[in-house]
Protein backbone atom coordinates (compact mmCIF):
# COMPACT_ATOMS: atom_id res chain seq x y z
CA UNK A 1 0.00 0.00 0.00
CA UNK A 2 1.43 3.37 -0.78
CA UNK A 3 2.04 6.26 1.90
CA UNK A 4 -0.96 8.37 0.57
CA UNK A 5 -3.23 5.32 0.86
CA UNK A 6 -2.17 5.05 4.81
CA UNK A 7 -2.64 8.95 5.02
CA UNK A 8 -6.35 8.84 3.88
CA UNK A 9 -7.13 5.91 6.32
CA UNK A 10 -5.16 7.69 8.57
CA UNK A 11 -7.47 10.86 7.96
CA UNK A 12 -10.67 8.98 8.18
CA UNK A 13 -9.80 7.22 11.31
CA UNK A 14 -9.08 10.80 12.31
CA UNK A 15 -12.51 12.00 11.20
CA UNK A 16 -14.36 9.02 12.52
CA UNK A 17 -12.80 9.54 16.07
CA UNK A 18 -13.53 13.36 15.82
CA UNK A 19 -17.24 12.83 15.12
CA UNK A 20 -17.57 9.76 17.52
CA UNK A 21 -16.40 12.63 19.92
CA UNK A 22 -18.36 15.21 19.12
CA UNK A 23 -21.36 12.87 19.14
CA UNK A 24 -20.53 12.09 22.53
CA UNK A 25 -20.09 15.78 23.79
CA UNK A 26 -23.48 16.03 22.01
CA UNK A 27 -25.71 13.38 24.32
CA UNK A 28 -28.14 15.03 26.12
CA UNK A 29 -28.54 14.46 29.85
CA UNK A 30 -30.64 11.95 30.95
CA UNK A 31 -33.27 15.07 32.66
CA UNK A 32 -32.89 16.90 29.24
CA UNK A 33 -34.89 13.85 27.52
CA UNK A 34 -37.09 12.71 30.27
CA UNK A 35 -38.34 16.50 31.11
CA UNK A 36 -37.92 17.65 27.57
CA UNK A 37 -39.68 15.32 25.40
CA UNK A 38 -43.14 15.14 27.66
CA UNK A 39 -43.21 18.62 27.50
CA UNK A 40 -42.56 19.18 23.56
CA UNK A 41 -44.89 16.28 23.51
CA UNK A 42 -47.49 18.55 25.40
CA UNK A 43 -46.38 21.64 23.27
CA UNK A 44 -47.04 20.24 19.78
CA UNK A 45 -50.65 18.98 21.00
CA UNK A 46 -51.41 21.94 22.18
CA UNK A 47 -50.21 23.76 19.23
CA UNK A 48 -52.34 20.94 17.03
CA UNK A 49 -55.70 22.23 18.94
CA UNK A 50 -54.98 25.60 18.95
CA UNK A 51 -54.78 25.62 15.21
CA UNK A 52 -57.93 23.22 14.85
CA UNK A 53 -59.97 25.58 17.47
CA UNK A 54 -58.92 28.47 15.48
CA UNK A 55 -60.31 26.99 11.93
CA UNK A 56 -63.29 25.71 12.89
CA UNK A 57 -64.03 25.19 16.55
CA UNK A 58 -61.89 22.19 16.72
CA UNK A 59 -65.00 20.36 16.05
CA UNK A 60 -63.61 17.05 14.90
CA UNK A 61 -64.22 13.32 15.42
CA UNK A 62 -60.88 12.66 15.34
CA UNK A 63 -59.51 15.45 17.70
CA UNK A 64 -58.15 12.99 19.98
CA UNK A 65 -56.27 11.18 17.62
CA UNK A 66 -54.84 13.95 16.09
CA UNK A 67 -53.61 15.32 19.78
CA UNK A 68 -52.19 11.99 20.38
CA UNK A 69 -50.75 11.74 17.48
CA UNK A 70 -48.76 15.49 17.60
CA UNK A 71 -48.31 14.54 21.46
CA UNK A 72 -46.11 11.12 20.27
CA UNK A 73 -44.52 13.33 17.23
CA UNK A 74 -43.33 15.56 19.45
CA UNK A 75 -42.33 13.46 22.45
CA UNK A 76 -40.84 10.68 20.02
CA UNK A 77 -38.32 13.52 18.01
CA UNK A 78 -37.51 15.23 21.12
CA UNK A 79 -34.08 13.23 21.97
CA UNK A 80 -33.30 12.95 18.33
CA UNK A 81 -33.74 16.52 17.62
CA UNK A 82 -32.19 17.39 21.05
CA UNK A 83 -28.70 15.03 19.96
CA UNK A 84 -28.15 16.48 16.45
CA UNK A 85 -28.83 20.40 17.34
CA UNK A 86 -26.25 19.90 19.99
CA UNK A 87 -24.28 18.49 17.55
CA UNK A 88 -24.27 21.15 15.13
CA UNK A 89 -24.17 23.50 18.03
CA UNK A 90 -21.11 22.70 19.63
CA UNK A 91 -18.20 25.22 19.92
CA UNK A 92 -20.40 28.23 17.09
CA UNK A 93 -21.20 31.32 17.73
CA UNK A 94 -25.10 32.43 19.20
CA UNK A 95 -26.65 32.39 15.76
CA UNK A 96 -25.76 29.23 14.52
CA UNK A 97 -26.44 27.41 17.57
CA UNK A 98 -30.22 28.93 17.39
CA UNK A 99 -29.89 28.09 13.54
CA UNK A 100 -28.82 24.26 14.82
CA UNK A 101 -31.40 23.91 17.13
CA UNK A 102 -34.19 25.86 15.18
CA UNK A 103 -33.36 23.16 12.19
CA UNK A 104 -33.36 19.75 14.12
CA UNK A 105 -36.73 20.56 15.99
CA UNK A 106 -38.49 21.60 13.00
CA UNK A 107 -37.33 18.42 11.09
CA UNK A 108 -37.07 16.25 13.32
CA UNK A 109 -40.67 17.17 14.91
CA UNK A 110 -42.33 17.23 11.17
CA UNK A 111 -40.64 13.82 9.94
CA UNK A 112 -41.24 11.52 13.28
CA UNK A 113 -44.93 13.00 13.30
CA UNK A 114 -45.60 12.37 9.48
CA UNK A 115 -43.92 8.35 10.08
CA UNK A 116 -46.27 7.92 12.93
CA UNK A 117 -49.13 8.93 10.69
CA UNK A 118 -47.70 7.10 8.06
CA UNK A 119 -47.31 4.23 10.42
CA UNK A 120 -51.21 4.67 11.50
CA UNK A 121 -52.02 5.32 7.52
CA UNK A 122 -50.77 1.72 6.79
CA UNK A 123 -52.46 -0.28 9.61
CA UNK A 124 -55.35 1.22 8.45
CA UNK A 125 -54.90 -0.52 5.25
CA UNK A 126 -52.66 -3.07 5.76
CA UNK A 127 -56.05 -5.94 5.68
CA UNK A 128 -56.01 -4.71 2.37
CA UNK A 129 -52.90 -5.68 1.45
CA UNK A 130 -50.68 -8.59 0.22
CA UNK A 131 -49.31 -10.70 2.30
CA UNK A 132 -45.62 -9.25 4.69
CA UNK A 133 -43.13 -9.90 2.90
CA UNK A 134 -44.19 -10.55 -0.77
CA UNK A 135 -42.83 -8.07 -3.67
CA UNK A 136 -46.54 -6.84 -3.55
CA UNK A 137 -46.56 -5.78 -0.31
CA UNK A 138 -43.32 -3.30 -0.55
CA UNK A 139 -44.48 -1.85 -3.42
CA UNK A 140 -47.99 -1.19 -1.61
CA UNK A 141 -46.59 -0.41 1.81
CA UNK A 142 -44.10 1.89 0.37
CA UNK A 143 -46.63 3.45 -2.07
CA UNK A 144 -48.79 4.13 0.77
CA UNK A 145 -46.36 5.38 3.28
CA UNK A 146 -45.34 7.60 0.63
CA UNK A 147 -48.90 8.97 0.23
CA UNK A 148 -49.56 9.22 3.92
CA UNK A 149 -46.07 10.93 4.69
CA UNK A 150 -47.05 13.55 1.55
CA UNK A 151 -50.87 13.94 3.29
CA UNK A 152 -49.28 14.86 6.37
CA UNK A 153 -46.96 17.09 4.75
CA UNK A 154 -50.00 19.01 2.97
CA UNK A 155 -52.16 19.03 5.45
CA UNK A 156 -50.85 18.28 9.21
CA UNK A 157 -48.15 21.19 8.71
CA UNK A 158 -50.51 23.71 9.22
CA UNK A 159 -51.43 22.52 12.53
CA UNK A 160 -48.16 23.79 14.30
CA UNK A 161 -49.12 27.60 13.15
CA UNK A 162 -49.19 29.69 14.65
CA UNK A 163 -48.59 28.43 18.35
CA UNK A 164 -46.18 25.81 16.97
CA UNK A 165 -44.01 28.11 15.25
CA UNK A 166 -43.73 30.56 18.46
CA UNK A 167 -42.90 27.39 20.74
CA UNK A 168 -39.79 26.39 18.12
CA UNK A 169 -38.63 29.84 18.26
CA UNK A 170 -39.08 30.33 22.07
CA UNK A 171 -37.21 26.60 22.94
CA UNK A 172 -34.49 27.00 20.17
CA UNK A 173 -33.68 30.31 22.11
CA UNK A 174 -33.57 28.56 25.42
CA UNK A 175 -31.50 25.73 24.45
CA UNK A 176 -29.08 28.03 22.55
CA UNK A 177 -28.64 30.39 25.86
CA UNK A 178 -28.27 26.86 27.93
CA UNK A 179 -25.05 25.85 25.83
CA UNK A 180 -22.36 27.82 26.16
CA UNK A 181 -20.54 28.77 22.77
CA UNK A 182 -17.25 26.83 24.15
CA UNK A 183 -17.95 23.52 25.35
CA UNK A 184 -15.79 21.62 23.43
Known amino acids: ?33 LLGAPLWGVMMAVSALAALYLRNGAETSHLSSILVLFFLGGLVSWPFALLLGRFGAIGRGRETRFAAFFLCLTLCTIATTAVLFALDYRIFYARWHAPFGTGTWAYQFTFT ?12 IRLYLPLGFAALAVTSLWLTCRMPKQQR
Not at 150 to 155: A, G, I, L, S
Request: a positive charge; glycine letters at 8%.
Open 1 to 33: MSASGHSRTDAQRGLTRKIAQRLLEALPGLWEV
Open 145 to 156: SASAIYQFVVMG
